[in-house]
């Protein structure tokens, strides 16, 4: 007897955790995907007003933003630095977004967009730049809305599921 | 023939293919590298002082521009954006005006689709040719030229004629230099120089610095349009000899000319073959005739880069006669290499120098 209930507190803790996890996904996308605009819009002034040099922008992004997302940028500047040879700022930034992003809530459709930014980042003049760093954040902000819809509607949902389905577990067992 | 610093200055820009076919190249080349020229789906082109050659796809050089390796459109754009450090946006300026310089002041010509704006050049976009000139640094090299541009222990005002390539920025950096220092073999104290830098060619500055050697007593303007440069240093740095590369617009010669009057000395640098070619372009004909200037000297490559063809007296004395090329026993000017020889003696061509009319 204590066994089985023992097996079954494991069945709902773990479904429960299952459910908490997929949740603190929606709840989180929306702040990381806020994270990401502020970061964009920190580099779109520094390219716009200070022609700053991408290695120093990208930095001053990094620290200007969340935990989350801050590394994406923070590697993109640390493969750009001193000693990179043949890199672009395509290249540094497509690289930080495969090993920094899956730490953060972001869905691809919304890296997508990074990566699209990085085949013309630095590879333009300042207008063109700005207009590019401009359409991303639109776009975030679009997928930002999506996500908040997203949450309102699946963020509980998932807890229920998470918790219900462990239940429902259990008794099937039993 | 690897010039000095490659490994630190050039080689990282280049993208990494391009980087390495050069590397092989470079031990087979007859004599010192001036340029690398990258063209989009065209030959890896070198021009060196006696000559040029493509390179090879396999090792070695070729004359041969089908057996020539050849430059892709991700090579030109890699290396273009290494060379504006990633960020194309923060030399905006030096593309409009088709150049940038890298670390250590050699400066990259560029060629590309222009985009107008008004008729004016906005920007180049589709960059596919780029033209690394290598700068060199030629210490001495003024040695056999400076006693004959002082005059009672000060520097006479003096313009350098050179046709492209044969090394007046070279010229001017070693005479900014000396007179910085002071040359005792020249009757001539350190004094304080000013030089205006707009292509960061002369000094190759990064962040400001002066990365080749300018003198003690240099202050460089980094990157600043040459009148308003010249203006900016009479003003406010009290110098001596005030050094500038290149000038011909009328704003730099009435720049000039307010320079003399403060009474400080000119060292400047002009595109021309000779003094009647100079004098022939409406603003530099106005400052000769002003008499801003006490020589002109031109320089050629006839006995390779930085040969001194003529050293001319415009301050209305008897003209100087044609002396040897830079330095005594120094060969003769930037491009002797070893192997080349020794050649002092009196340059081929001109004499005493007088501008007609």
Same mark, same amino acid.
């Given at each position: ?48 007003? &200070? ?14 933003? &969340? ?13 750009? &630095? ?36 990085? &085949? ?55 | ?45 070198? @021009? ?28 030109? !754009? ?5 060379? %504006?450090?990633?960020?194309? #946006? ?182 021309? #073959?000779? @003094? ?10 106005? !400052? ?10 031109? !320089? ?7 040969? @001194? ?24 000017? !930037? ?11 009196? %340059? ?10």
């Amino acid at each position: 007897m204590l066994g089985k209930a023992i097996g079954a507190l494991i069945i709902l803790g773990a479904s429960s955790y299952a459910g908490w996890h997929v949740a603190g996904g929606y709840a989180r996308r929306p702040a990381h995907l806020r994270d990401l605009q502020t970061a964009l819009a920190v580099l779109q002034t520094e390219v716009e007003y &200070g022609a700053t040099p991408l290695p120093i922008a990208l930095r001053s992004a990094a620290g200007a933003t &969340g935990p989350a997302v801050a590394p994406i940028f923070g590697g993109a500047a640390a493969r750009l &630095g001193a000693g990179s040879r043949g890199i672009t700022p395509g290249d540094a930034l497509r690289e930080a977004i495969a090993e920094e992003a899956a730490a953060s809530a972001l869905r691809p459709e919304d890296l997508d967009v990074l990566r699209a930014l990085a &085949g013309t980042l630095g590879a333009s003049g300042r207008e063109d730049q700005v207009r590019h760093l401009a359409l991303a954040r639109e776009r975030l902000t679009g997928l930002e809305a999506q996500a908040q819809e997203q949450r309102a509607r699946y963020e509980k949902l998932a807890r229920y599921v998470g918790v219900l389905s462990g239940a429902a577990l259990v008794l099937i067992l039993i | 023939m690897i010039p000095a610093r490659f490994d630190q200055e050039i080689l990282p820009v280049l993208a990494p293919r391009v980087a390495q076919l050069i590397q092989a190249a470079l031990p087979h080349l007859p004599a010192p590298l001036e340029e690398i020229r990258l063209r989009e789906d065209r030959p890896l082109h070198l @021009v060196h002082t006696s000559g040029d050659a493509f390179i090879g796809r396999s090792d070695g050089l070729t004359q041969d521009p089908h057996r020539a390796a050849v430059a892709s459109h991700d090579d030109l !754009l890699r290396t273009f954006q290494m060379m %504006a450090q990633g960020s194309v #946006y923060a030399w905006e300026d030096e593309i409009r005006g088709g150049f940038l310089t890298l670390m250590g002041g050699h400066r990259v010509g560029l060629a590309g689709r222009a985009v107008l704006d008004s008729g004016r050049i906005r920007t180049l976009k589709q960059v596919s040719s780029l033209n690394i000139r290598v700068a060199r640094e030629v210490p001495g090299c003024a040695n056999g030229l400076l006693p004959r541009l002082v005059k009672g222990g000060r520097v006479v005002s003096t313009l350098i004629i050179s046709p492209p390539q044969a090394g007046k920025t070279t010229l001017l950096r070693d005479l900014v230099r000396q007179i910085s220092a002071g040359a005792p073999g020249a009757g001539l104290k350190g004094c304080k120089v000013g030089l205006v830098d707009e292509r960061s060619e002369v000094a190759g500055c990064s962040a400001g610095v002066p990365q080749r050697d300018v003198g003690p007593r240099t202050d460089v303007l980094d990157a600043c349009p040459k009148a308003e440069g010249m203006m900016l240093l009479i003003r406010s740095l009290s110098p001596a000899v005030v050094a500038v590369d290149e000038i011909g617009r009328p704003a730099d010669a009435e720049a000039v000319l307010e320079a003399l009057h403060a009474g400080v000395a000119v060292l400047a640098t002009a595109h021309g #073959y000779s @003094v009647e070619d100079v004098a022939r372009r409406p603003a530099l004909a106005e !400052l000769i005739r002003a008499g801003a200037f006490g020589r002109a000297v031109v !320089l050629g490559r006839s006995r390779g880069p930085g040969t @001194v063809e003529q050293v001319a007296d415009l301050g209305g004395e008897a003209g100087a006669a044609a002396g040897p090329a830079f330095g005594p026993g120094q060969g003769h000017g !930037l491009g002797a290499g070893p192997g080349q020889g020794p050649g002092p003696g009196p %340059a081929p061509v001109g004499g005493g120098g007088r501008v007609a009319g």
